[in-house]
């Protein structure tokens, strides 16, 4: 597979891009890939690629509906319950983990999502390509690159132990506080 486009991109999109009317990102299976302006980490390097992504996920029982474009702009202004890369930054930042609505969904809250939200868009730039087959071709890069922020398929990255410890940590630092809003 060719991850050119993710790895040397001709163009990074900002939020305010990629939120717009219409949006450039299409409405089609793929790959996307996050680069960071400012690291949500003093760990990690700042204008690399650090965590890929797919659109949509592959499914036995039913055809999925997601996209790229669904997904990315998801992750720009969606909530940590629905977005692993938002719940990852989010736990980096430092943003508190709340049990939200009914007690069952995790989020960081109106407020802390707001400021997830603003971070993201000062800081993070998305790319992405096409692909029929997603899935695989997000197994690939996981495989075969330098990506610190995903987890699945990614144990033996050497910063997974702490990802893993600070996400386990937020969610049961949630699960021990009263439902927020």
């Given amino acids: 597979m060719n991850a050119v486009e993710l790895l040397e991109p001709t163009r990074l999109w900002r939020a305010s891009e990629v939120l717009t009317q ?24 700042r204008d690399q690629l650090l965590y890929v992504g797919m659109a949509p996920r592959r499914m036995a029982a039913r055809v999925s509906r997601q996209n790229l474009r669904g997904r990315v702009r998801y992750h720009y202004r969606g909530n940590a319950e629905g977005s692993t890369l938002r719940f990852t930054l989010g736990c ?12 069952k969904r995790l989020t960081f809250g109106l407020v802390g999502e707001r400021e997830l939200t603003a971070w993201m868009a000062e800081y993070a730039r998305v790319c992405w390509m096409q692909h029929d087959e997603p899935w695989a071709a997000e197994s690939e890069l996981i495989a075969q690159l330098d990506l610190p922020l995903n987890l699945d398929q990614n144990r033996h990255h050497t910063f997974y132990p702490y990802l ?3 996400r386990s940590s937020a969610r049961a630092q949630a699960r021990s506080l009263p439902i927020g809003s």
């Fill in 22 to 45: 219409p949006s450039p990102v299409p409405a089609a299976p793929g790959v996307y890939g996050w680069y960071f302006e400012q690291a949500p980490d003093p760990r990690l390097p």
């Fill in 164 to 166: 893993r410890s600070l």
């Fill in 92 to 103: 980096l930042l430092g943003l508190e983990l709340r049990r939200v609505g009914s007690g």
